[in-house]
C-alpha cells in the first residue's frame, strides 16, 4: 500500500502562481510513474501531468508552457509547479501514483489538494 499526500493547494489570482507537492510512501518511489490530475465541479478527472520512472513526462495541451512537473527521487516527493494560472486552471489536484508490481501496476491517489484562481 502506497499513501500520497498533497500540500500546496490555495487561491490564487490570475495570472499567479502556485506549487503543489505530493509525498509518496514506500522505499522504491525511483520505480512509480507519478502524474497529476484535476477535477474541477461539474467535471470528470482528466490529467494534467505525468513523469515516468524513466523520466518520460506528458502534459495536457491546456497546461503546456505554464506547468512543470519535477521530482526529488530521493525525498519521494513530485512536484507541480503551475505558473500564469487561469480561473479554468480551478479544480481539485489529484496526485497518482502507479507502482509496479511484478508484471502489473497498482495505481494510488492522493486525498487531493484545491486549486481556487480568482480575482
Known amino acids: 500500500q502506497v499513501q500520497l499526500v498533497e500540500s500546496g493547494g490555495g487561491l490564487v489570482q490570475p495570472g499567479g502562481s502556485l506549487r503543489l507537492s505530493c509525498v509518496a510512501s514506500?522505499?522504491?518511489?525511483?520505480?512509480?510513474?507519478m502524474g497529476w490530475y484535476r477535477q474541477a465541479p461539474g467535471e470528470q478527472r482528466e490529467l494534467v501531468t505525468t513523469?515516468?520512472?524513466?523520466?518520460?513526462?506528458v502534459y495536457a495541451d491546456s497546461v503546456k508552457g505554464r506547468f512543470t512537473i519535477s521530482r526529488d527521487n530521493a525525498k519521494n516527493t513530485v512536484f507541480l509547479q503551475m505558473n500564469s494560472l487561469k480561473p479554468e486552471d480551478t479544480a481539485v489536484y489529484y496526485c497518482?501514483?502507479?507502482?509496479?508490481?511484478?508484471?502489473?501496476?497498482?495505481?494510488?491517489w492522493g486525498q487531493g489538494t484545491q486549486v481556487t484562481v480568482s480575482s
Open positions: 513523469s515516468t520512472s524513466i523520466g518520460n513526462t
Open positions: 497518482r501514483a502507479d507502482v509496479p508490481s511484478g508484471v502489473i501496476y497498482n495505481v494510488y
Open positions: 514506500g522505499n522504491d518511489f525511483v520505480l512509480y510513474d
